[in-house]
């Protein structure tokens, strides 16, 4: 099986939907953030406050290499993993590239309701994530293979409908 790879903004539900999927195939799981967490023994939120977010895609950008040399995986990647177009041509070819979309409402409500995003900190986290979905939509459009359109259906739909598009 060729890895099957979550792409999508902050909140879009890949981790967790990940799981579910990689349960359902019988398949591993990897989340990139988490991945690079257990490496690295510090939070995502921590490695952008001490080193900066330049260091974070640098860890980015080692994971996504060697997950992507990898087979059979179900990989949930970090919402910026798209920024770097050398990322999408190695997960491209490593698998294909589900985009996770959901309305702005709802992954701006989703994305900013805990605290660990660094990227929306600040004044008004809502205010940054709408910006930043603005330059990263296209982005995930040009980069996925298929696209679930998330709204309205619940975890076990989302599943499904990726299972239904593989
Ligand atoms: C980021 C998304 C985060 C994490 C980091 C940067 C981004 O992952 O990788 O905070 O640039 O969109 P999630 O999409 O899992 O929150």
Do not use: Q, W
Not at 79 to 93: H, Q
Request: proline content about 2%; hydrophobic content about 40%.
């Amino acid at each position: 099986m060729k890895n099957i790879i979550l792409i999508g903004f902050m909140g879009s539900g890949k981790s967790t939907v990940g799981k579910l999927l990689a349960k359902d195939l019988k398949a591993r799981f990897i989340d990139l953030d988490e991945e690079i967490e257990k490496r690295e023994r510090r939070s995502i939120k921590s490695i952008f406050m001490s080193d900066g977010e330049e260091a974070f895609r640098k860890l980015e950008a080692e994971m996504v290499g060697e997950a992507s040399a990898l087979k059979g995986r179900v990989i949930a990647c970090g919402g910026g993993v798209v920024i770097d177009k050398n990322n999408v041509e190695r997960l491209k070819g490593s698998g294909v590239l589900i985009y996770l979309k959901a309305d702005l409402d709802t992954l701006i409500e989703r994305a900013t309701r805990t605290s660990h995003r660094p990227l929306l900190e600040g004044d008004d986290p809502k205010e940054k994530a709408r910006s930043l979905l603005e330059t990263r939509e296209p982005l995930y459009e040009a980069a996925a293979d298929r696209v679930i359109n998330t709204s309205g259906l619940s975890l076990d739909e989302v599943v499904l409908s990726i299972k239904e598009v593989i």
